[in-house]
């Protein structure tokens, strides 16, 4: 009996699939039998109308989406796993993503762009600098939250202040048991305290504002001098975002790392559970209020509202918190309306 030429790679994943991040996750929704003639690629980088794809037989560049299936979700973006038929390259199956990052299509709103899929950790950069904003970062904790991907606070610019240690503390107060990493991004010493997250197999997505260093900390991490970066404004601290493909780059610790322009500009949708997870002090609180329903402001028996009068909540916390609640009920308002459309 011929044996299908995925078999191999359902039974025991070689050692290629295996440093691109093959799991059992995906090995259990492929069968060899159903799935005969045809292999697993991952897809490393997405170009205009092409995706460049790697597996056990090499790379190659394929169409980005499954024919006569005009959905978006039928569309691969970078970190997916698909299932192509080996002899003509077009993808036969996109297999279920243990998470994905998805953004509204900038133009049309009533369309979700997929950003990146399939991250183990996130790292979020911030710089020490002006442009730390306590605010932003919990915004970013509230997507990985949410999408189920572990975060790691990546704060460079160390060798530009002498005060590195107080904006770790600050970053550490957003959230219990959250690892804060303080780095210079063009030190390879420094950067090497991040190789825990970078282990073979393992995917890395970076995210934060234009500016703080993720180019050069990818230059850094995985030794690519043709990355490119550019200087930042004095005057404000800021920069010009340098990267224009969604694509992965080799770790020295043998991982990935995910670069991708449309990171940045996510924005909270059915972001509930991340903003639990992310606010669980006063969520913990709002459910001791007399009301189910309380508003938090003048209502009696406010929990949250006492727990700003003795101290125990920060009221700037506080405010923050209404501000993402807010937003993200708007958003999620607006996602019916299109739903109904």
Aim: net charge neutral; hydrophobic share 40%; glycine share 8%.
């Amino acid at each position: 009996m011929v044996e299908s030429s995925i078999q191999p790679a359902m039974s025991a994943p070689n050692d290629r699939l295996t440093e691109l991040g093959w799991t059992p996750f995906f090995s259990a929704q492929v069968s060899p039998e159903a799935d005969a003639g045809l292999c697993p690629v991952r897809v490393m980088a997405v170009h205009r109308g092409k995706i460049a794809v790697a597996g056990a037989g090499g790379d190659r560049l394929i169409a980005p989406h499954i024919a006569d299936a005009p959905d978006e979700e039928s569309h691969a973006t970078v970190g997916d796993w698909l299932l192509i038929d080996e002899a003509t390259s077009q993808i036969a199956r996109i297999l279920h993503r243990a998470n994905v990052f998805k953004r509204r299509t900038p133009g049309n709103v009533r369309k979700t762009q997929l950003i990146a899929a399939n991250v183990d950790t996130l790292f979020i950069v911030a710089s020490c600098n002006q442009d730390f904003n306590l605010a932003r970062l919990e915004r970013y904790l509230v997507l990985a939250r949410e999408v189920g991907v572990t975060p790691v606070i990546v704060l460079t610019k160390v060798d530009k202040t002498d005060t590195a240690e107080t904006y770790a503390e600050a970053a550490r107060g957003l959230q219990p048991g959250l690892h804060v990493e303080t780095v210079n991004a063009k030190d390879a010493q420094s950067v090497a305290r991040l190789a825990a997250w970078c282990g073979p197999g393992k995917t890395v997505a970076l995210l934060g504002s234009s500016g703080v260093g993720k180019s050069t900390l990818i230059k850094t991490l995985t030794g690519l001098a043709a990355i490119a970066t550019q200087a930042v404004r004095e005057a404000d601290g800021k920069g010009r975002h340098t990267t224009t493909v969604r694509e992965m780059h080799r770790l020295a610790q043998g991982g990935w790392l995910m670069d991708t322009p449309g990171m940045r500009e996510l924005h909270l949708s059915d972001a509930d559970e991340g903003l639990a997870d992310v606010f669980d002090d006063i969520v913990m609180l709002a459910q001791q209020c007399r009301f189910s329903n309380c508003g938090h402001g003048a209502e009696p028996g406010c929990a949250v509202q006492a727990g700003l009068a003795d101290g125990t909540l920060d009221p700037v916390r506080f405010a923050r918190w209404q501000k993402l609640t807010a937003e993200e009920a708007v958003n999620a308002a607006r996602g019916k309306r299109r739903s109904r459309t």
